[in-house]
């Protein structure tokens, strides 16, 4: 089996909704994320050819995950009101709605799912909430 994997990070704000902590408060982190993908064959194509994929690629779709959520507010659907909601929109702050809590847990899961349905055979997905806390989801 071969694997591949690449990395990305973004910079985010995120809260937990019903934590008794202070990860209740607004606070941000830059999330790092890596993918890892497997394959048992190699292309045979010439541009491919001996490749799993083009790291080019794998490293586009990631980055474009990350790119989605950087420098946004992260919250989960119904941990805001929507006064409040309405109110950061309108201060034209870039606002993400989730539905799930933004853990690193929930990240890892939702990382790996998209990019299993833009056709990679993943692994395993590994996100870094701070440099020493980091949460996994594998298939
Ligand atoms: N299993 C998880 N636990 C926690 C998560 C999570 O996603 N999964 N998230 C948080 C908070 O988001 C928090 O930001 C992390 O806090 P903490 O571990 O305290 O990290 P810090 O490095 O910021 O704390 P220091 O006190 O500065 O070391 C909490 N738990
Ligand atoms: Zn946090």
Known sequence: MYYLKTEQSFDAAHFLKG??????????????????I???KLRTDAQCRSMVVDFS????SLKDICDFYDHSLIYET?????TTVAALKEEDFCLHEVP?????????RHIYETMQQQGYDVSR?????????CASYGG
């Open 125 to 133: 997905v590994d996100v870094y909430e701070t440099p020493n806390n």
């Open 78 to 82: 119904g941990s805001l009101k929507e």
């Open 38 to 40: 497997r394959s048992d």
């Open 100 to 108: 799930f809590r933004p853990t690193a847990e929930e990240f890892s």
């Open 19 to 36: 934590y008794a902590g202070k990860c209740h408060n607004l606070h941000g982190h830059r999330w790092r994320v890596i993918v890892e």
């Open 57 to 60: 690629d794998l490293k586009k």
